[in-house]
């Protein structure tokens, strides 16, 4: 008994380390802090384009670095970008114009002009759709404005249709997934206020399935574009849809909490919503037993544009079905740890850069759903690597083609002395 009891110490202690062993193996594999930072991966044809490209873009080749403590985790990244959206956020000043639709409806987008002169010379404006249900108040938004301003470029924001607070709808619609009619009309209304500019279309998340639904949609669309960025979208909702149920990454439970949200938003606008034929008190019942982004679709979003099921709603509004007619470069870019978009959606992006010459896909080791922190041990910095990229992208694009305009009027120039 004695020789017992004398061991019991070095049992405790013996329990104590393996319980210290224990939390430190989850937090290594929570963090996920073992993964070593890594050069984006870049897919693209071998084109004088995409070589310029990674010349001209340092950021595209070298190692994107988040913080040291918790940035190789994607659920934090995702989660930090969720509930702050950035750090240490500017305020840019911004003029707010409103666009009558033909169905009634209000369309609205923030505009804010450059700060300073753009590198080239040229008038150049960002036309910005953000993600799910956000609008240009949002940090993320606001940050990256704030930095394009002062890179020489003019910014419009589009506020999707029933995301802003303090502000009603005026017709029996909101937001869907795909619909391109507000953007459309912001477009529209930059190109006739500032006929001389230059357009670079640039979508976070859903935005950058409607920036790419809509250059696809017409070829009118894509005048006076320069470029697209697209960050961090699913490219086909038929697809996510299913990896959406799954409990692998947590997306289910990332979907239980997008799809309490959008009810948020949806029954603010109950009194508006409830005016219109095909949305009736018994889908708004069904709406607040919602678990998922898929039945709030079904009951409700799909029939905002009079869709018969909801395989025909994610059809439709999906750019996987139009990105093909895009013919403006165009830059995708992913994580590979984004929580809400499947890696087997990213074959998607993967084939495209493969078959088109006009399309950079870059994928990302980490970054999590629109986070792309980058810091050195644990605060994050106010900019992010998303936004130097697209901006950087934008540089590089805008000097391309001012490079290619010479080219071409030295040409016509030699042609013309030839003649004479």
């Known amino acids: 008994m004695q020789t017992f009891g004398s061991e019991l110490p070095a049992m405790f202690d013996g329990m104590k380390l393996a319980a210290v062993a224990a939390v430190l193996y989850v937090v290594v594999r929570c963090l996920n802090l073992t993964s070593p930072t890594a050069v984006p991966q870049i897919i693209s044809q071998d084109t004088p384009l995409s070589r310029y490209l990674l010349k001209s873009c340092p950021m595209l080749s070298k190692e994107y670095i988040p913080p040291l403590i918790w940035g190789k985790s994607g659920h934090l990244q995702t989660a930090l970008y969720g509930k702050m959206g950035r750090v240490s956020t500017p305020t840019p000043c911004g003029l707010r114009k409103f666009l009558p639709m033909q169905d009634g409806a209000t369309a609205t987008f923030d505009l804010f002009e450059a700060l300073g002169k753009h590198s080239t010379g040229d008038d150049v404006t960002m036309v910005i759709c953000p993600g799910i249900g956000n609008h240009s108040e949002k940090n993320y938004i606001r940050t990256f404005v704030d930095y394009s301003q002062r890179q020489g470029y003019r910014c419009a924001v589009l506020n999707h249709l029933g995301a802003l607070p303090d502000m009603e709808l005026t017709s029996p619609r909101m937001f869907t997934y795909g619909c391109t009619w507000e953007f459309g009309a912001m477009v529209a209304y930059i190109k006739r206020a500032f006929p001389q500019t230059q357009l670079v279309v640039v979508g976070f998340s859903l935005g950058g399935n409607i920036a790419c639904k809509f250059l696809g949609e017409n070829r009118s669309n894509q005048e006076q574009v320069l470029c697209c960025i697209s960050v961090c979208q699913g490219y086909s909702a038929l697809r996510a849809q299913e990896t959406f149920l799954q409990w692998d990454q947590c997306r289910r439970l990332y979907n239980f909490v997008l ?20 949305i009736g008190d018994t889908d708004l019942n069904k709406l607040c037993a919602a ?3 898929m039945q709030i679709d079904d009951n409700i979003m799909r029939k905002f544009h009079g869709y018969n099921s909801l395989r025909e709603y994610y059809e439709k509004e999906s750019c996987v079905h139009y990105v093909h007619n895009v013919s403006v470069p165009l830059l995708l870019v992913n994580s590979s740890d984004d929580p809400l978009v499947h890696r087997s959606l990213l074959a998607i992006p993967y084939m495209l850069a493969d078959k088109m010459p006009n399309v950079m896909f870059a994928l990302t080791e980490h970054g999590g759903h629109m986070g792309f922190f980058e810091g050195a041990v644990l605060f994050p910095h106010p900019l992010t690597w998303m936004d130097k990229v697209i901006v950087e992208y934008t540089d590089a694009i805008c000097h391309w083609e001012k490079k290619q305009q010479a080219c071409q009027r030295s040409r016509n120039s030699n042609s013309t002395s030839h003649q004479d």
Not at 259 to 276: E, F, V, Y
């Open 291 to 293: 678990t998922s982004l």
């Open 259 to 278: 799809a309490g949200n959008m009810k948020k938003l949806i029954l603010s606008h109950r009194g508006s919503l409830l005016t219109s034929s095909n």
